[in-house]
């Protein structure tokens, strides 16, 4: 699991644990119990969004060098450099939509 990924569920777990709380504090009628778990909650969803946008610019990074290399390749006439930027392009874009 990378870095980002696990970050990314450490801001799940957060979210959750986060919504949990609110929700106990507002079934008890505990307003700082509520808030506390409403700010754990965004800030479970802030982690979670910067994880993703980590992984998008990386996913934007692969897919550049792809394009890169496949033209390169094709330039020089050597198809296993068109086939491996051809497979980073798609590794790109689709890390990249997988992070939306």
């Not at 020089?76 to 939509?97: F, S, V």
Request: glycine share 16%; hydrophobic share 35%.
């Amino acid at each position: 699991m990378s870095k980002n990924e696990m970050k990314r569920a450490e801001g799940v777990a957060k979210e959750i644990g986060g919504k949990v709380k609110k929700t106990v504090g507002k079934a008890i009628g505990n307003e700082q119990m509520e808030a506390e778990g409403a700010v754990k909650e965004l800030a479970g969803k802030g982690q979670q969004a910067r994880a993703k946008g980590a992984e998008r610019v990386k996913g934007m990074g692969e897919q550049a060098f792809g394009t890169v290399k496949n033209k390169l390749g094709h330039a020089i006439g050597n198809e296993q450099m068109q086939a491996e930027g051809k497979a980073a392009e798609l590794l790109g874009k689709t890390r990249q939509a997988a992070n939306e």
